[in-house]
C-alpha cells in the first residue's frame, strides 16, 4: 500500500511540475517579449512617445485585467467537465465562454470613447502625453473581441488540463507582436501608430490558429460540434458560469482599486521612491509568475478531480500543491532576505534607489510568505468554482490596505508594510474558509 502511495505521489509531482513549468515559461517569456513595444517608442527621438504608449498600454490592461474572470471562470468550469467525462459539459463550456466573449468584445469596441474619457480622467498626464495615450488606445481596442476570445480560449485549455497550448498560443501572439510592429513601423512607415497596429494584427492573426487548436482538442476528447452550439438552450450552464463570473469580475474591479491606490500613493512620495516602489514591484511580479503557475496547475487538477469525484486525488493535489507552494516560497523568502542588494542591482544601478530598497528589506523579504497562500487557493477555488471566497478575502484585504494607509504615517516603508498586510489577510482568509472537510473523508 505504501509503495503504491508513493507512486501516485511520484506520478502527481511530475503531472504538476509538466502542467506548471509551460505556465511559468508562459509567464516569464511573454513580458520579455513585450518590450519590443518600449523599446520601439523609446528610440522615436521624443520621451513622449514612450509615455504616452505606457499609458496607454495601462489604461489597455485596466479594461483586459477586469474581464480576466473569462479565463479563470472557465478553467474551473471545463477541469469540473473534464474531471466528470461529461463531453457535452466541456463543449458548451467552449460555446458559453467564447460567446460571452465576443459579446464583451464587441461592446467594448463599440463603447470606446466614452470609455477612453473615463480613464483618461484617472490619468494625470500632460495634454501632448494625454493625446498620444488616447490614440494608442483607441487603436488597439480594434482587438478587443480577439483578446477576449483568446483570454476564455486560455481558460478552456487550462481546464482541458493542456497548459502547454495555452503556452504556446501566449508565446505565438508575442513573437507576431514583435514581428508586426517591426514591420509596420520600420518598413510601412507608420511610426508611432504602427506600434499599437501592431499589437492588433498580432491579436487578430493568433486567434485563427487558436480556435483551430480548440477544435483539435475537442475532436480528441470526442465533443462534438452540437454540443459547443447548444449555448442558448444551456441554461443551467450559463447561471453556473455567471454565479462564478460574477465573483471574478468584482474581485477584478477591488484588484484594480488596489493597484490604482498604490501607484496614486507611490507617486506622492519622491522621485528615488517611486523608482525603489518599481524594483520592489518587480520583485514581487517575479514571484507572481511561478505561484501562477501553481495556481493554474491548482485549477485543473483540483477541478478535475472535483468533477470525477475522486477523493483520493483531490487529497494528493491539494497536499502536493501545498508542498510545492512551500518550498518555492521559501527560496524566494531566503533569496529576497540574503541577496537583496545583488536582485536590486539587477534592476537598478543607483546607489539611492538601492538604499531605498533596504530600508524596506524586511517587508520585501516577507512579501512571498504573505502572498503564497493567496495564489495557490485562489487556484483551489477557481477548480471547485467557489469564487465567493476569493471576492470576499480580496475586498477584505482592500479594505485592510486603505485603512492603513489612510491611518498611519506617509511613508515607503508603510507602503510595503499595508500591502504585505493585505497579502497576509487575503491568505488567512482564503486558507480558513477552505473547505477541508473533503480532505478528511476517509481515502480508501
Known amino acids: 500500500m505504501r509503495m503504491e502511495k508513493s507512486g501516485e505521489k511520484a506520478t502527481l509531482n511530475r503531472k504538476i511540475i509538466s502542467m506548471t513549468v509551460p505556465t511559468v515559461l508562459s509567464n516569464v517569456s511573454v513580458p520579455l517579449l513585450g ?17 504616452g504608449m505606457a499609458i496607454g498600454s495601462v489604461m489597455m490592461s485596466t479594461i483586459y485585467w477586469l474581464f480576466n474572470f473569462l479565463r479563470a471562470g472557465t478553467s474551473g468550469l471545463t477541469a469540473t467537465y473534464f474531471g466528470a467525462a461529461d463531453r457535452e459539459g466541456m463543449g458548451r463550456s ?26 483618461q480622467r484617472l490619468m494625470v498626464a500632460t495634454s501632448e502625453v494625454s493625446d498620444l495615450s488616447g490614440r494608442y488606445f483607441s487603436i488597439c481596442i480594434l482587438g478587443a473581441l480577439p483578446m477576449m476570445t483568446m483570454t476564455a480560449l486560455t481558460g478552456w485549455f487550462i481546464g482541458m488540463q493542456s497548459t502547454a497550448t495555452a503556452m504556446a498560443v501566449n508565446i505565438g501572439m508575442s513573437i507576431l507582436n514583435v514581428a508586426a510592429t517591426l514591420i509596420l513601423v520600420y518598413c510601412a512607415g507608420l511610426g508611432y501608430d504602427g506600434i499599437a497596429m501592431g499589437t ?14 480548440a477544435c483539435r482538442i475537442c475532436r480528441k476528447n470526442g465533443i462534438s460540434y452540437e454540443s459547443c452550439k447548444r449555448i442558448i438552450m444551456d441554461r443551467a450552464g450559463w447561471r453556473k458560469m455567471l ?36 524594483v520592489i514591484n518587480q520583485m514581487f511580479l517575479f514571484f507572481s509568475y511561478f505561484m501562477d503557475g501553481f495556481a493554474f496547475t491548482g485549477e485543473a487538477l483540483i477541478g478535475r478531480y472535483s468533477g470525477a469525484d475522486d477523493i483520493r486525488m483531490l487529497h494528493l493535489s491539494v497536499t502536493g500543491l501545498l508542498r510545492w507552494t512551500a518550498v518555492i516560497t521559501a527560496m524566494f523568502v531566503v533569496v529576497y532576505s540574503l541577496a537583496l ?33 493567496a495564489f495557490i487557493f485562489d487556484g483551489f477555488y477557481i477548480g471547485m468554482t467557489r469564487t ?16 492603513l494607509l489612510h491611518l498611519l504615517s506617509h511613508s515607503q516603508w508603510i507602503l510595503w508594510m499595508s500591502f504585505t498586510s493585505y497579502l497576509a ?20
Open 388 to 403: 465567493r471566497p476569493m471576492l470576499v478575502s480580496t475586498l477584505c484585504g482592500v479594505l485592510l490596505f486603505a485603512l
Open 243 to 278: 454565479s462564478v463570473n460574477s465573483n471574478l469580475f468584482f474581485r477584478s474591479a477591488c484588484l484594480i482599486a488596489l493597484t490604482l491606490m498604490l501607484y496614486s500613493y507611490s507617486a506622492r512620495l519622491g522621485d528615488v521612491e517611486v523608482s525603489s516602489n518599481a
Open 94 to 119: 467552449l460555446g458559453n465562454s467564447l460567446a460571452l466573449a465576443v459579446a464583451i468584445g464587441c461592446i467594448l469596441m463599440a463603447v470606446h470613447h466614452p470609455v477612453l474619457d473615463l480613464l
Open 341 to 373: 542588494s545583488s536582485v536590486t542591482g539587477l534592476l537598478s544601478d543607483s546607489a539611492a534607489v538601492s538604499e531605498c530598497v533596504r530600508e524596506c528589506r524586511i517587508w520585501v523579504s516577507l512579501l512571498p510568505a504573505a502572498g503564497a497562500g
Open 425 to 444: 489577510l487575503r491568505s488567512l482568509i482564503l486558507a480558513a474558509m477552505f473547505p477541508y472537510k473533503i480532505l478528511k473523508q476517509k481515502i480508501s
Open 200 to 213: 492588433v494584427a498580432s491579436q487578430w492573426l493568433i486567434m485563427i490558429p487558436a480556435l483551430l487548436l
Open 35 to 51: 518590450l519590443c513595444d518600449t523599446a520601439v517608442a523609446g528610440h522615436m527621438g521624443d520621451e513622449r512617445y514612450l509615455a
